[in-house]
């Protein structure tokens, strides 16, 4: 058997060959998770919670079955972002509110996920009930980047990119409604994927038929994100705009697909971004022709953006947190009171005209796809800031009017419904990653991943992670 510092270093898709082949058990990877988390996670603080005797129960249910009846993930692990409820495993929302919340039952994809063969191992770090681009809170401390543990992991979903990229996991689950998919994984050098709505069931919260708000995958490579895609994806009647699994995602990352039209961005012409981070993604985007595309400097319509998702992520926090700010004022962040009371204050016009202006730029992006194939634009505006910044208050002479300004360039395309994806792209001149995001047309989640993979093939950077984390 491979040694534990080895397994830890394979990819994802290894180890479920592996798995598969029985050259490891499930045993033997949560063997190694556990001596890696014991031997880095206390520099970067990306999975507080561990539940490893829940793991290894379940690996001894699973094992009893045969080889290749041990669904798509044979027994890989996957940490559990602690936004989601997983039954008898400590849930705090990042709240002090819920610091001691244990559920009894696990949310449908973790179930999903389970079903799969996938084994809950951890709860990965967020900012308190997902709300900031920088992942800290009162119950649980800060995550900090591996590759430099004095910079923020962006969040919300910080906690399981800094676990990637620090190699206390192969693959993990994320969450994305104005970026925390995305920025995570650009910040961290890693992969994360925004799905279209509906493509992977959960149970909804306040509003059921809600389309901003998705659960994706985070990987160490494009066809890493697209094994755990699959095993995420399934209608459900408990989630009323579920979408049924009708295609192998991993299948269509390796299908060999190129596009033949790309449209690259610097700005979407909505937000200021870093220089040094544009130029690091123009010349990342010119690289598709390397694989026969043509690449022309355009994008969609968008400049409604900022309004609609101020509105609409207002409404949504209202809906969702109003009962425990009326209950619980004084244990709640600052941004989080400001996003309810944000909120509680639209009126009827403002969400009438955000949810116009959201529609005609699903209409225009639809319109945007008749003539490329893929969009592409930085995934944050900014690298790695220091972590003890809550967020962004600038960007190329620009001050932004409010703590969620900064993520424009993510929260976009989150209006739009089309899937996106954080790749790897390069580093800025004192070593930060930084992330190309690739977008589709709306339910073109397979060609998100093909054209990722062909652009991935380009620029080889996937040896870059796992590393040790790193305190210059």
């Not at 951890?122 to 809170?137: D, L, V, W």
């Amino acid at each position: 058997m491979p040694s534990d510092a080895s397994l830890t270093k394979r990819s994802a898709c290894e180890i479920v060959d592996l798995l598969q082949r029985g050259e490891v058990t499930p045993l033997d990877c949560l063997d190694a998770l556990e001596a890696r988390v014991a031997s880095v996670d206390g520099t970067v603080n990306a999975l507080p919670t561990l539940c490893f005797d829940r793991a290894r129960d379940h690996a001894r249910r699973l094992m009893e079955r045969p080889l290749g009846s041990r669904g798509l993930l044979a027994g890989l692990p996957v940490p559990i972002k602690d936004l989601t409820e997983v039954a008898g495993v400590r849930t705090t929302y990042g709240s002090p509110i819920f610091a001691d919340n244990v559920p009894e039952v696990s949310d449908l994809f973790v179930r999903t996920l389970e079903a799969e063969g996938g084994l809950v191992y951890a709860k990965s770090n967020t900012p308190e009930f997902g709300a900031g681009g920088n992942t800290f809170n009162e119950v649980l401390g800060t995550t900090r980047n591996p590759w430099n543990t004095h910079l923020s992991a962006a969040g919300s979903s910080g906690g399981a990119a800094a676990a990637l990229a620090s190699g206390t996991a192969w693959v993990a689950q994320g969450s994305d409604l104005g970026g925390s998919l995305r920025n995570p994984a650009s910040f961290c050098g890693i992969v994360g994927m925004r799905p279209s709505p509906g493509r992977v069931a959960n149970l909804p919260g306040a509003r059921i038929d809600q389309h901003l708000a998705v659960e994706g995958p985070m990987a160490r490579s494009v066809e890493d994100t697209a094994l755990l895609l699959d095993a995420m994806t399934g209608e459900s009647p408990l989630d009323p705009v579920s979408l049924p699994r009708t295609e192998s995602f991993l299948t269509a990352a390796r299908s060999g697909w190129r596009p033949k039209r790309v449209a690259f961005s610097a700005d979407l012409g909505i937000t200021p971004v870093d220089p040094e981070v544009a130029a690091i993604c123009r010349a990342a985007a010119a690289r598709f022709a390397e694989v026969g595309a043509i690449v022309e400097e355009a994008h969609p319509d968008l400049s409604e953006a900022h309004d609609s998702f101020q509105v609409l992520r207002g409404l949504g926090f209202a809906a969702g947190y109003a009962g425990l700010l009326k209950e619980h004022r004084d244990k709640m962040k600052p941004e989080v009171v400001w996003n309810i009371e944000k909120g509680l204050g639209f009126s009827m016009s403002d969400i009438v005209r955000a949810e116009n202006n959201r529609a005609a730029m699903f209409r225009r992006m639809n319109a945007f796809f008749e003539t490329y194939d893929l969009l592409v634009c930085p995934a944050t505006i900014v690298a790695a800031y220091p972590v003890e910044e809550r967020y962004v208050k600038e960007c190329a002479g620009h001050t932004f009017s409010n703590y969620v300004e900064w993520l424009a360039i993510a929260y976009a395309i989150t209006l739009t419904t089309a899937p996106a994806l954080s790749l790897p792209c390069g580093f800025t001149a004192d070593g930060r990653p930084v992330g190309l995001q690739i977008v589709a047309r709306p339910r073109g989640d397979a060609f998100v991943l093909a054209g990722a993979r062909a652009l991935e093939s380009v620029l080889n950077l996937r040896p870059a992670t796992p590393i040790d984390p790193r305190t210059p």
